[in-house]
């Protein structure tokens, strides 16, 4: 994460004022936080955990680690007073991870557990957080979805 810092403030996507990059930064831990609880999940899932266990880690993934974050960017978002980014008035690093998050594992299709997470993100009271990442890929950062990665779409 500190190189990622480091290429944000080098590219001008990483805020100079201070209570700016703590919002940035807290978007950035959450999102860890988010991937933590997701890898534990697939590691039980792939290492043949029982299914017991593994069904309780989704449920607990499900009903706490989405539900809070989904939640928290939510009202980020809000408090923030512009719906096409979660700190400030341009894309900073909180857009890209928020991004990365969001379709790498709860709107993926080709995820595992695509249709479980879908159920929370497809909840009335986070329309705007959906809205708000749905617009990030075909609007705010439609540029980098369309670049390519080794002949394929990123």
């Known amino acids: 994460m500190s190189i990622l810092r480091l290429l944000g403030k080098f590219y001008g996507f990483y805020p100079e004022d201070p209570v700016a ?5 807290s978007v950035i ?5 988010l991937q933590d609880a997701f ?7 792939h290492n043949k955990e029982s299914e017991t266990k593994t069904e309780k880690m989704l449920e607990k ?7 809070i974050y989904l939640r928290v960017m939510q009202q980020r978002l809000a408090a923030n007073g512009n719906p096409r980014h979660l700190v400030g008035d341009k894309v900073t690093l909180a857009d890209f ?16 557990y695509y249709k479980e997470q879908q159920e929370v993100i497809n909840r009335e009271d986070f ?12 609007d705010v950062l439609k540029e980098y979805f369309e670049k390519k990665v080794g ?4």
């Open 97 to 112: 991870i928020t991004a990365h998050c969001a379709y790498t594992y709860f709107m993926n299709e080709h995820n595992q």
């Open 61 to 67: 993934y499900l009903r706490k680690t989405l539900n």
């Open 29 to 33: 831990d959450a999102a860890a936080d």
């Open 127 to 138: 329309k705007d957080i959906k809205a708000y990442l749905v617009n990030l890929k075909e």
């Open 151 to 154: 002949g394929k779409p990123f």
């Open 21 to 25: 990059a703590w919002r940035v930064d």
């Open 39 to 45: 890898w534990d999940l697939m590691n039980a899932s």
